[in-house]
């Protein structure tokens, strides 16, 4: 079974920056586009920056210029370089493919993203 598990979440003031990784042991890693993803409570999952196994990169609109993501194909892992948060970054971050939950058929744990005074 495939694992996937993100890290680097926290409590964060705004303006600050975090790193959240993703672990996934995944064979076909190098080859596959990955993405992260984002749900706040009473909203839907959505996906806020993909990186192709090319390392063509893309970003939703609301981070653009804040966020960078990033992928090491020897470790397996993807990253999301977050930097002048804001209260509304406040969310569950996931990774997974893009698009999602096909090679990968499950969420992992996410990790827990706050941004508050």
């Known amino acids: 079974q495939v694992q996937l598990v993100e890290s680097g979440g926290g409590l964060v003031q705004p303006g600050g920056s975090l790193r959240l990784s993703c672990a996934v042991s995944l064979s076909i890693f190098r080859s596959v586009a990955m993405g992260w993803y984002r749900q706040a409570p009473g909203k839907q999952r959505e996906l806020v920056a993909q990186i192709t196994a090319g390392g063509r990169t893309n970003y939703a609109d609301s981070v653009k210029g804040r966020f960078t993501i990033s992928r090491d194909n020897a470790k397996n892992t993807v990253y999301l370089q977050m930097n002048s948060l804001k209260p509304e970054d406040t969310a569950v971050y996931y990774c997974?493919?893009?698009?999602?939950?096909?090679?990968?058929?499950?969420w992992g744990q996410g990790t827990q993203v706050t941004v508050s005074s």
């Open positions: 997974n493919t893009v698009p999602p939950i096909q090679i990968i058929p499950y």
